[in-house]
């Protein structure tokens, strides 16, 4: 038991050495000004929420077998380029795409690590990221 709780403190301490070097990171600082801003403008906040909902309805209504208007998705565009022409609002979304990206990437590390027994190489995280589907797997490979 002792030497689990060793372990413990060891990783909890490499992880807030981890979260320490990424506030470190000029991107880090970028990502959170942006995220300030959007929380700092409410309109920018009610034109995203105004999007998200009509974007969930449609879905849903979609997903319930119903056909969606030219209206309907007409609309839906055009609010979601006003947002994506808003600049606090991009801002935010670009953000929050670049969080999930370092995100996906820690935990693939993470992952491979466990199922590898060591830490990898570059080659198989490439491998990881980009050889099952050719999906968007954020990697730029």
């Known amino acids: 038991m002792q030497i689990l709780i060793q372990n413990d403190d060891m990783i ?10 990424l506030l470190q990171q000029p991107q880090f600082l970028s990502i959170r000004q942006r ?3 959007f ?8 034109q995203y ?4 909902e009509k974007g969930q309805a449609l879905h ?3 997903h319930s077998g119903a056909t969606l208007t030219e209206s309907e998705i007409a609309s839906f565009e055009a609010m979601r380029d006003a947002l994506l022409a808003n600049p ?3 801002g935010f979304i670009d953000a929050q795409q670049e969080m999930h990206q ?3 990437e820690i935990g693939q590390f993470v ?7 060591r830490v990898p190489n570059a080659d198989e995280l490439a491998d990881e990221c980009c050889g099952g589907g050719g999906g968007d797997c954020g990697c730029h490979h």
């Open 12 to 21: 909890r301490q490499k992880t807030i050495d981890l979260c320490g070097a």
């Open 88 to 90: 606090v609002a991009r």
């Open 35 to 37: 995220i300030d801003s």
């Open 60 to 62: 849903q209504k979609q």
């Open 111 to 117: 992952g491979k690590t466990f199922e590898l027994g």
């Open 39 to 46: 929380m700092g403008d409410p309109g920018a906040q009610q």
């Open 102 to 104: 370092i995100q996906e």
């Open 49 to 52: 929420e105004a999007v998200n």
